[in-house]
């Protein structure tokens, strides 16, 4: 079932909430599924829902500009419209033929097409539907499990942060995304229009394997060494789903850049924008994180994993790595990755311009090039070897057990505020009071009161200010928590209106 409102604050600036509220369900024996069908050689099956409701909220403090419509339009005019800021769930068909998002591949251009990325109109865009364009698409013969008869999508933008959610009931499965952009919202606008997709055709090359290696299988016979080196593979399946998750990310960075790179004659400013990305992926009983900057997530468990104590109490366990110079292993690696550049770090940020070291975008710290493309002061001086900002994740799966309760989804501007542990004590008390209510509008909302308690204003005062100058007080915030539903703690919940 599905839901959502906007919040309508004193100042307008809380800009979106959503909900969703699944029903758990069994296998057609009545019994609980373990998870995903990953024997040799299977594709990826249905498996039983390990959550139960997902409740997102979003704050701005950012004045951002309008979207600058890179791509000669094509992106602005013709991808966002269709996925950006809705404030409810909306069912969507999904279809396995051509999507206008192949023709922003730039790596899918290398290697399976000579098509221009950007084509002079969108109305270009609609009359070249041939099947040499379709070849950018994964082959139909091998859908990705993501490609359900029907998924459910929000999203939202408050500021230069956006955030995205995908449900499949059909294979229980749930895609969260939140992209927080700086120096402008293009990368997390590019994200939110087509990261998704992106991970879907590399996770439906990943069902082409597994099609191949069960043929494979099949005509070897049990005994077969070939199949011994599936089984061996299959082993290592959650392996391979972080690796198609990598292989998403980073292709969506050459995307990106290529982009840039074609307008930053004509817009320089496109070199210096870029975003922190936190991808969750639920799939059965595990649930695969990727990040790369500072935003995090962070697990609420009563079990006895890395972090958690042996009282029974409730625990925080941050499931991400930090990428900020002020984290001790990422400046190390920094520094050692440039030993000949005493310059590395200057005033706690790289190059003295950003505090992360892993983003998406940000192509002046990555390529000679495009820093040359910025001129006064602007320009880094002493660039002496890029790439000083690298868009490599932090991955990681988590089986999840009956012991975990929730997971809180987070980008920084949370964190300024709240521990991890705060984030964990607050969440679970709200669920204790209003076990159907909207626990990341509730995290917002404090961190509203806190924020104007630091500044000493009034929660009114704090929000009449205009987004722009509020900036001085907090960052853009965006939440999402997940309530992990392995327990049956909501067999059948029905959505708050």
């Not at 359900?148 to 995908?166: C, L, M, N, W, Y």
């Not at 990727?290 to 994993?305: C, F, I, K, M």
């Not at 320009?379 to 900002?389: G, H, I, T």
């Not at 799966?397 to 964190?415: A, E, M, N, T």
């Amino acid at each position: 079932m599905m839901g959502g409102q906007s919040i309508a604050d004193s100042g307008g600036q809380i800009k979106i909430s959503f909900e969703y509220h699944c029903n758990n369900s069994t296998d057609d024996s009545g019994e609980e599924s373990d998870g995903i069908d990953v024997r040799p050689g299977s594709k990826l099956r249905r498996a039983n829902s390990s959550f139960s409701c997902l409740s997102g909220a979003a704050l701005s403090a950012n004045a951002t500009l309008a979207n600058t419509n890179i791509c000669n339009g094509l992106f602005g005019a013709e991808i966002l419209p269709a996925l950006d800021s809705p404030t409810s769930f909306r069912r969507i068909p999904s279809s396995p033929s051509f999507s206008k998002l192949d023709l922003l591949s730039s790596s899918f251009q290398s290697s399976l097409s000579n098509l221009s990325c950007s084509p002079s109109s969108p109305s270009e865009l609609a009359e070249d539907n041939s099947s040499s364009l379709r070849s950018t698409s994964a082959p139909s013969r091998c859908e990705s499990f993501l490609n359900a008869t029907e998924v459910k999508i929000a999203g939202g933008a408050a500021g230069e942060d956006r955030v995205q959610a995908v449900c499949s009931e059909e294979n229980d499965s749930l895609f969260c995304g939140i992209y927080d952009g700086f120096n402008g919202r293009d990368a997390a606008d590019f994200l939110a229009g087509t990261l998704y997709e992106t991970i879907r055709h590399y996770l439906g090359l990943l069902d082409c394997e597994l099609e191949h290696e069960s043929k494979v299988s099949d005509r070897v016979g049990f005994s077969g060494l070939p199949y011994l080196a599936v089984e061996k593979s299959c082993l290592s399946f959650k392996q391979r789903v972080l690796n198609s998750l990598e292989q998403a990310l980073i292709q969506a960075e050459n995307d990106f850049l290529h982009m840039v790179e074609q307008e930053m004659d004509n817009r320089p400013d496109l070199v210096s924008i870029g975003s922190c990305v936190l991808v969750v992926l639920l799939l059965g009983k595990n649930m695969y994180v990727l990040n790369a900057g500072d935003s995090r997530a962070v697990l609420a468990t009563y079990g006895e994993g890395i972090g958690a104590n042996s009282d029974g109490r409730l625990q925080a366990v941050q499931l991400t790595v930090s990428h900020t110079v002020d984290d001790e292993s990422e400046r190390i690696q920094l520094l050692k990755n440039h030993p000949e550049d005493p310059s590395t770090i200057v005033g706690g940020k790289v190059k003295g311009k950003l505090k992360v070291t892993r983003a998406l975008g940000v192509g002046y710290l990555k390529k000679k090039s495009m820093n040359d493309a910025l001129m006064g002061i602007l320009r880094v001086r002493n660039l002496v070897s890029p790439p000083y900002v690298t868009v490599q994740p932090s991955r990681t799966v988590h089986g999840i057990s009956s012991s975990d309760h929730f997971v809180v989804l987070g980008s920084d501007g949370l964190f300024d505020f709240f521990n991890n542990d705060d984030v964990v004590k607050l969440v679970h008390s709200y669920i204790q009071r209003y076990p159907f209510g909207d626990p990341a509008k509730f995290l917002v909302e404090q961190l509203v009161m806190r924020a104007a308690d630091c500044a000493g204003f009034s929660k009114e005062e704090l929000m009449s200010i205009p987004a722009g100058r509020r900036r001085k007080y907090h960052d853009d915030v965006t939440v999402m928590v997940i309530i992990l539903g392995m327990n049956k703690r909501t067999s059948k919940a029905s959505t708050r209106l």
